[in-house]
């Protein structure tokens, strides 16, 4: 096997062990406008290493709403936290790392 390949392994396994290792939290909050919005928060430590407006647009567009990516966290409009945290499972997410709140 090449270095170059062995490399790409390497990278592969790191991304899935940051993702097996991603902490989320999912609460319901009312947002500013008066709506219900769920908000998924990643832990601080793994905000800058996620890609926030691509995990966005897939949330939104598996489940079916919108939603915006404010001050780090993800808010999706509507009562959708089961639905957030099945997603994020499928995504490799582990599912004790995820906390509903």
């Known amino acids: 096997m090449s270095t170059e390949n062995q490399d790409l392994d390497f990278r592969d396994i790191l991304k899935h062990l940051d993702r097996e290792s991603a902490h989320f939290v999912i609460r319901l909050e009312t947002h500013h406008s008066g709506r219900v919005v769920t908000v998924v928060q990643p832990h ?27 001050n780090g966290r993800i808010i999706l409009h509507g009562d959708h936290r089961d639905q957030a945290r099945i997603e994020l499972v499928k995504l490799g997410v582990s599912a004790g790392n995820i906390e509903m709140i």
């Open 44 to 70: 601080d430590l793994i905000r800058d290493s996620i890609n926030l407006p691509g995990l966005t647009h897939k949330l939104k567009q598996n489940l079916g709403t919108s939603g915006d990516v404010e």
